[in-house]
């Protein structure tokens, strides 16, 4: 049966797309859970003009996105946190943590969700990509220092 999603559904699709699942899927899972609904053809072709709506407005993320990677080319931001007598951080330092470092030196904000990095739970200089959108992305430095 076809269906438009609503949501996105892992292993399934993104949002707007129209995929085939089994009914007893679509029944038990997706419309009860409001990530899906019944493409008929009316549906189908609302989508249709939906979806040039939504290309649009992709491309115009790419852009916006763009311009942002130009600013945070080469930045490198300081990030003072507590450590053990050890030189670890107390609890690592997380995506949110960058993300206002970012926006208190460049007056960017930027989505935690874009800070792609491994949990970084010691001191000194690491390498974190931003990663907005598909080909969209730039690698920033981010120090971290005990703080006194």
């Known amino acids: 049966m076809k269906v438009l999603l609503n949501k996105d559904v892992k292993k399934l699709g993104y949002r707007g797309d129209i995929v085939n699942v089994k009914t007893g899927y679509f029944t038990n899972y997706l419309l009860p859970e409001g990530f899906a609904i019944i493409a008929d053809a009316s549906v189908v072709k609302l989508q249709d003009s939906r ?58 904000k930027l989505e935690p ?3 792609k990095s491994e949990h970084i739970k010691e001191v000194g200089e690491h390498e974190v990509l931003v990663h907005i959108t598909e080909g969209a992305e730039e690698t920033i430095k981010v120090v971290v220092e005990a703080k006194k």
Not at 62 to 74: D, F, I, Q, R
Not at 96 to 104: H, R
């Open 51 to 108: 979806k040039s709506k939504l290309i649009m407005k992709n491309e115009q993320l790419k852009e916006n996105a763009k311009e942002v990677l130009k600013k945070l080319k080469g930045l490198t931001v300081t990030i003072a946190k507590k450590i053990t007598s050890k030189g670890k951080l107390y609890g690592g330092l997380s995506a949110e943590d960058i993300a206002e470092a970012i926006m208190a030196k460049t007056n960017i």
């Open 113 to 115: 969700s874009y800070i």
